[in-house]
């Protein structure tokens, strides 16, 4: 039954993905317009997305070992994103987080690993918002990806053999679907505003929750995400008080993040997939 849900999960997001890619009259032609009027927009891409969370979440059956993180922040990824479809008609993110929801959940099926069930409500509050934290922020380090690629484009528009190569295809079909440049960065830092907060309430729980941090080999773990709470708040107190934006704040995003990934993903891929060892 687990294998079914999550083959369910991998045929439900490719669906999405087909849908998004192919432009379908129905679905996403007439979402060129960010400024789309809200019954224009496809709702039924959100009700499925709400469908394959459903089912990934079956598959998982509570379970949080490294292959399970990725295909629960994946999914959660997913779902934050389509909300940006829902409000602007925006496209790229999205899909993009929809393939990155249907490659985790595939990798899940074909190497699931030792489950891994964490026990105690409270121990479970603080992963699930943990696990949300870690998706919003991992779509603003997506977004200041794409705003670096769009300011790198804005600034050498007429690069030599641009249009013949591979990159200047993928730019004619899917550049038309990115927001314009001050979009891009008022949503990451909406997203960078979200995933802090979402930060700052692991950080709370897991200091009331968990007791035993050294037997949970958890000490590296929380100075790794500290860190990447201080890189965000500062980002949001700079742009708050002294304007920062742009290429350089897409930059503090991606050590953030890149910090955050190496206390999650990063101690869970070395107890679990190479020591075999657990963090629970």
């Known amino acids: 039954m687990t294998i079914l849900f999550a083959i369910l999960a991998v045929l439900t997001y490719a669906a999405i993905c087909w849908a998004m890619f192919a432009g379908t009259e129905t679905g996403y032609s007439a979402l060129k317009d960010a400024d789309v009027a809200p019954e224009r927009r496809p709702l039924w891409i959100f009700g499925l997305c709400a469908a394959a969370l459903q089912c990934a979440g079956l598959?998982?059956?509570?379970?949080?070992?490294f292959y399970a993180s990725l295909s629960w922040?994946?999914?959660?990824?997913?779902?934050?994103a389509s909300t940006a479809l829902l409000r602007s008609g925006e496209r790229f993110l999205?899909?993009?987080s929809f393939v990155i929801a249907m490659l985790a959940t595939l990798?899940?099926?074909?190497?699931?690993?030792?489950?891994?069930?964490?026990?105690?409500?409270?121990?479970?509050?603080?992963?699930?918002?943990a696990l949300l934290a870690y998706a919003a922020l991992s779509l603003a380090g997506a977004q200041a990806v794409l705003l670096l690629v769009v300011e790198r484009r804005l600034r050498s528009p007429q690069r030599s053999g641009l249009n013949a190569n591979a990159w200047g295809k993928f730019w004619r079909k899917f550049g038309a679907w990115l927001p314009p440049l001050s979009r891009l960065e008022r949503q990451l830092f909406q997203l960078i505003g979200v995933g802090f907060l979402l930060l700052t309430l692991t950080l709370l729980s897991g200091g009331l929750f968990i007791s035993n941090w050294f037997a949970q080999h958890l000490v590296h773990k929380t100075v790794l995400t500290i860190a990447a709470w201080l890189v965000?708040?500062?980002?949001?107190?700079?742009?708050?008080r002294f304007g920062w934006r742009g290429r350089q704040a897409a930059i503090a995003t991606l050590v953030g993040m890149a910090l955050l990934a190496l206390a999650f993903f990063g101690s869970k891929f070395v107890l679990e997939v190479i020591l075999k060892r657990g963090l629970n």
């Not at 598959?59 to 070992?65: D, E, F, K």
């Not at 999914?75 to 934050?80: H, I, R, S, T, V």
């Not at 965000?232 to 708050?240: A, E």
């Open 94 to 96: 999205p899909l993009l």
């Open 107 to 129: 990798l899940h099926l074909l190497v699931a690993g030792t489950p891994r069930v964490l026990e105690g409500w409270q121990i479970q509050l603080h992963a699930s918002v």
């Open 59 to 65: 598959a998982l059956s509570g379970s949080l070992n």
């Open 232 to 240: 965000f708040g500062t980002l949001l107190l700079g742009n708050w």
């Open 73 to 80: 922040v994946s999914a959660l990824m997913a779902m934050l």
